[in-house]
């Protein structure tokens, strides 16, 4: 059996008993802690984020505890903790404190001045990990956790050099070139700035310096993205809600994307095709230090769903589908066009009726089960360089209606997605990211318009 065959075709369960053990374990903490169940309620009120979602971790002090878990899935690891490999669950740790859960919040600055309360802050500043005691009394705590790729759960300590190293690198990720005289130079400029920061700050940093600067970059064409991080960063948890990020990249760059990728750290997890219905393939990988997804989406022909996509080299197509359309006219999401769209993680009906209020205007829903509800926002448009229109119509990727329509209107660039997972639930919805993905290529909305 060959690598590609050991994970392309990974399932994913939902994990009901798993889920029902976290939640009473979080109910009995909030429950001890009235402050902290009021900052969940305005949690879900002002951001419609559930608490849940955001939990880093658990410390527990009792025997039963332990019992409990054990049963419903977590197994003892070296480090110490318990996980629960099956889902999208936070660890568990064994001390002597009061019970404490631990919420990941993007920046423990904004936390404090969001919520105006005195933090005794452990961990430096611009380093990798820190966290601080919100809410507490003798029974229970409410702790906030700021990762920046760091594994564990000690405060580790880094020399003033290492430090400024990664405030130069997360500063080369924000102002990094994206437009070129050619792809292949764009990503060999990109390609060297991750090695730099990989050799100066190892995987795990340099990853998460990478998309806090991608998501900086993709809210400035994302308005609906732009908002929900104002919101999030006046509750003080910033994006730390984030699900997945998602790329397109052209067939002849695919290779050389994932490369960059899996050089931050991240893995091949399961993919998903339907080559035989839409041209579409996505190689999903996952970051395990910072349990980060990507969805990495690439045009395929039909006969293309046994290859590895992700590492062979994939020949030129006679027409281009979405993600090759997408590449061409935006350019790749790597480069100048940025990420496709950021999904968070939500109370999908919260949210839903929040972006009503403000405006915004939902797509229907691409996945609506118990354990995965996923649909995206209407999408933001930008304009299309129309000599790249004119190529793709001299080339017979679009029609010559399709092309007018594209130079008139432009094309969408980019979404935020609303995404509810229950009982842990940690993979995707194949056939309707098909039904999605037909509506979101350029040439089937410019039709519907047309109409």
Same mark, same amino acid.
Request: net charge negative; aromatic share 8%.
């Given at each position: 059996?060959?690598a590609?065959?050991t994970?392309?075709?990974?399932?994913?369960?939902?994990?009901?008993?798993?889920?029902?053990?976290?939640n009473?374990?979080?109910?009995?903490?909030?429950?001890r802690?009235?402050?902290?169940?009021?900052?969940?309620?305005?949690?879900?009120?002002?951001?419609?984020?559930?608490?849940?979602?955001?939990?880093?971790?658990?410390?527990?002090?009792?025997d039963?505890?332990?019992? =409990?878990?054990?049963? %419903?899935?977590?197994?003892?690891?070296? +480090?110490g903790?318990? $996980?629960? /490999?099956?889902?999208?669950?936070?660890?568990?740790?064994?001390?002597?404190?009061?019970?404490?859960?631990?919420i990941?919040?993007?920046?423990?600055?904004?936390?404090r001045?969001?919520?105006?309360?005195?933090?005794?802050?452990?961990?430096?500043?611009?380093?990798t990990?820190?966290?601080?005691?919100a809410?507490?009394?003798?029974?229970?705590?409410?702790?906030?956790?700021?990762?920046?790729?760091h594994?564990?759960?000690?405060?580790?300590t880094?020399?003033?050099a290492?430090?400024?190293?990664?405030?130069?690198?997360?500063?080369?990720?924000?102002?990094r070139? =994206?437009?070129? +005289?050619?792809?292949?130079?764009?990503?060999?400029?990109?390609?060297?700035l991750?090695?730099?920061?990989?050799?100066?700050?190892?995987?795990?940093?340099?990853c998460?310096?990478?998309?806090?600067?991608? =998501?900086?970059?993709?809210?400035?064409?994302?308005?609906?993205?732009?908002?929900?991080?104002?919101?999030?960063?006046?509750?003080?948890?910033?994006l730390s809600?984030?699900?997945?990020?998602?790329?397109?990249?052209?067939? %002849?760059?695919?290779?050389?994307?994932i490369r960059?990728?899996e050089k931050?750290?991240?893995?091949?997890?399961?993919?998903?095709?339907?080559?035989?219905?839409?041209?579409?393939?996505?190689?999903?990988?996952?970051?395990?230090?910072? =349990?980060?997804t990507?969805?990495?989406?690439?045009?395929? %022909?039909?006969?293309?769903? %046994?290859v590895?996509?992700?590492? +062979?080299?994939?020949?030129v197509?006679?027409k281009? $589908?979405?993600?090759?359309?997408l590449?061409f006219?935006?350019?790749?999401?790597?480069?100048? /066009?940025?990420?496709?769209?950021?999904?968070?993680?939500?109370?999908? $009906?919260?949210?839903?009726?929040?972006?009503?209020?403000?405006?915004?205007?939902m797509?229907p829903?691409?996945?609506?089960?118990?354990?995965?509800?996923?649909?995206?926002?209407?999408?933001?448009?930008?304009?299309?360089?129309?000599?790249?229109?004119?190529?793709?119509?001299s080339?017979?990727?679009?029609?010559?209606?399709?092309? /007018?329509?594209?130079?008139?209107?432009?094309?969408?660039?980019?979404?935020?997605?609303?995404?509810?997972?229950?009982?842990?639930?940690?993979?995707?919805?194949?056939?309707?990211i098909?039904?999605?993905? $037909?509506?979101?290529?350029?040439?089937?909305?410019?039709?519907?318009?047309?109409?």
């Amino acid at each position: 059996m060959n690598a590609h065959s050991t994970y392309k075709d990974r399932q994913w369960e939902p994990q009901p008993g798993s889920e029902h053990a976290l939640n009473e374990q979080l109910k009995d903490l909030l429950g001890r802690l009235p402050e902290a169940k009021g900052y969940a309620r305005r949690l879900l009120q002002d951001c419609a984020v559930r608490l849940r979602d955001i939990v880093d971790h658990f410390s527990i002090n009792d025997d039963q505890s332990i019992v =409990r878990i054990e049963a %419903a899935g977590w197994i003892s690891q070296a +480090d110490g903790s318990w $996980r629960n /490999a099956n889902g999208l669950f936070p660890d568990f740790l064994c001390n002597d404190q009061p019970p404490t859960v631990w919420i990941r919040v993007e920046d423990i600055d904004t936390f404090r001045d969001a919520t105006s309360l005195e933090l005794e802050i452990e961990g430096q500043a611009h380093g990798t990990y820190r966290r601080a005691i919100a809410f507490a009394n003798s029974n229970a705590r409410l702790g906030v956790v700021e990762r920046s790729g760091h594994v564990g759960y000690d405060i580790p300590t880094h020399s003033d050099a290492k430090l400024q190293l990664g405030r130069r690198h997360l500063q080369a990720f924000r102002a990094r070139r =994206r437009q070129f +005289d050619s792809i292949e130079q764009g990503l060999t400029h990109t390609e060297a700035l991750v090695d730099a920061a990989v050799a100066d700050l190892g995987q795990h940093w340099a990853c998460d310096l990478w998309f806090r600067a991608e =998501r900086e970059y993709w809210m400035r064409r994302c308005i609906a993205g732009r908002e929900q991080k104002l919101r999030q960063d006046k509750a003080g948890i910033g994006l730390s809600n984030i699900d997945h990020h998602t790329y397109d990249s052209s067939r %002849a760059h695919y290779r050389q994307t994932i490369r960059i990728l899996e050089k931050l750290g991240y893995e091949l997890r399961e993919m998903l095709y339907a080559g035989e219905l839409a041209g579409w393939g996505s190689q999903v990988l996952e970051q395990p230090a910072l =349990r980060s997804t990507i969805f990495a989406d690439v045009d395929l %022909a039909p006969e293309e769903l %046994a290859v590895d996509f992700a590492h +062979d080299e994939l020949p030129v197509l006679e027409k281009h $589908r979405r993600a090759g359309v997408l590449s061409f006219i935006h350019g790749e999401s790597i480069l100048e /066009a940025g990420l496709n769209h950021v999904a968070g993680l939500h109370d999908w $009906r919260a949210f839903n009726q929040l972006q009503h209020s403000l405006g915004v205007t939902m797509m229907p829903p691409f996945s609506e089960f118990d354990h995965l509800y996923q649909e995206l926002t209407e999408g933001d448009w930008g304009a299309v360089d129309p000599t790249r229109v004119d190529i793709l119509e001299s080339q017979g990727h679009i029609s010559p209606e399709e092309a /007018a329509e594209i130079r008139n209107r432009g094309a969408i660039i980019t979404h935020y997605e609303n995404i509810e997972r229950n009982d842990g639930f940690k993979g995707f919805n194949r056939l309707g990211i098909d039904q999605v993905l $037909r509506k979101l290529d350029p040439r089937a909305y410019t039709a519907n318009h047309a109409q």
